[in-house]
């Protein structure tokens, strides 16, 4: 198994501009503070696509309105 790399939260703000260049799309590193973890930072894959929604809500034999009864009720929350 693949040891975490970690950096302090110190260090990522000082060296975010760097950290950020050198990882990799979907690579990690651990930001601690005084030893625990504060969070993860992964840096964003390059391609990333939106799931085919409507497809999903026919493979579980709802119709293209169920979805738009969401959106719906979403944006009446405001």
Do not use: W
Request: net charge positive; hydrophobic share 35%; with cysteine.
């Amino acid at each position: 198994m693949k040891k975490d790399k970690t950096i302090t939260s110190r260090e990522f703000q000082h060296r975010f501009a760097n950290l950020s260049s050198a990882l990799k799309p979907g690579e990690s590193i651990v930001v601690t503070r005084h030893g625990k973890t504060l969070g993860l930072f992964t840096k964003a894959p390059k391609h990333q696509t939106a799931p085919d929604y409507l497809a999903n809500l026919e493979k579980l034999g709802h119709s293209a309105q169920v979805g738009q009864n969401v959106i719906d009720q979403i944006c009446d929350l405001s």
